[in-house]
């Protein structure tokens, strides 16, 4: 857009150009080149991606938490994460005990998280329903996130460390240096997984066409495609068909499914630029209906992510593997002929599989169109 707009303003300036207003002429292409310049540093910070990322698995959910305290006193806790100011900060509600004798229960706190370009961090308020507010520092490691604040004479932090999507290790205590030197409290934050509604559930339809022809969008429609095949593939599975496999040495339709929800996590992941952690976090297990919701919700926001970039912007979508403090990374190139292309396979294996078992996909499913009759 830069380039288009620097070409036609500077043709402009130079249509009636004649030797006696070279200087003015000059002194107006000059100016042009500047603005656009300043114009083009703006565009690429505002298009840097947000330090406040790091809430983004948070964002939407119920987190729910009980535990006891150290002397004994109970901690019971709901929190929702919502981003505010088009995007620039992330506002916080929770219910809590509000009364010293821990009888009632209501809204306890409402908290900010914001960053701050002076200090290059990110700091947060949180205000309570006694009149309080308490304000820190946050910081990121890896997927897990740290809280660190003024308490008295003491220097606290809350720990958010990541298990799963849906999981957290909640720590209060005094961490320094990377070691937790004292511990108050010990417990879990959970959410609630998605609902299994199979009206809930997207690529029942393939989405309709991206405004255009891009390295991106073509990406996205990949994905869409990939969707609508393992939605109709996966529907009405039933426990036999899970059980069934071919041969002695062959996975089962469940295994097949285990692995194409390890694929769907790849793409996911590459979409939302995290690493892949190796070996593998330990998650709870998951009911088919369960893991069948996450693995189509991971693919359609992978597809969204991307449906709405632009082609300059691929570089930014690699794949990365992280295992302890090495990591290495491709192009998103592999991301096409490696879990996109093996997904792919996969969902026609369980097609195959599932005919076998004598439960055939539903008759009428167009993969050319998109549609089923």
Known sequence: MVKKASKYLIINILHGFNSKN???TFNMILRTIKLLFLFSISSSINAQESPLIVFDNLLNKNWQAEGTWGDGSKFKQEITFEKGLEDHI???????????????YGWRNHGIRQYDAASKSIKFW????FGGVTEGKVWAEDKSIYYQYQYGESIVTDAWEYVDDWTYDFKVGEYVEGTWKQTYLKTQFKAAKPKTMESELPYAEIPSYPYEYNAATVSARMIDGLGFRYYWATKDLREED?????????RTTAETLDHLYGLATMIWNSAKQQPNVRPNAKEEPMTFE??????LTRLKEASDILRSSTSSEMQKFDIVFQRGEQSSSVPFWHQINGPIADALWHTGQIVAFRRASGNPMQAGVSVVMGTVK
């Open 22 to 24: 070279f200087v003015f």
């Open 90 to 104: 992330i506002i916080t509600k929770s219910k809590g005990f509000t009364n010293e004798k821990q009888t009632e």
């Open 126 to 129: 949180e205000f309570d329903v």
């Open 242 to 250: 899970l059980k069934y496999k071919p041969s002695e040495t062959s």
């Open 290 to 295: 369960e893991q069948r919701a996450v693995t």
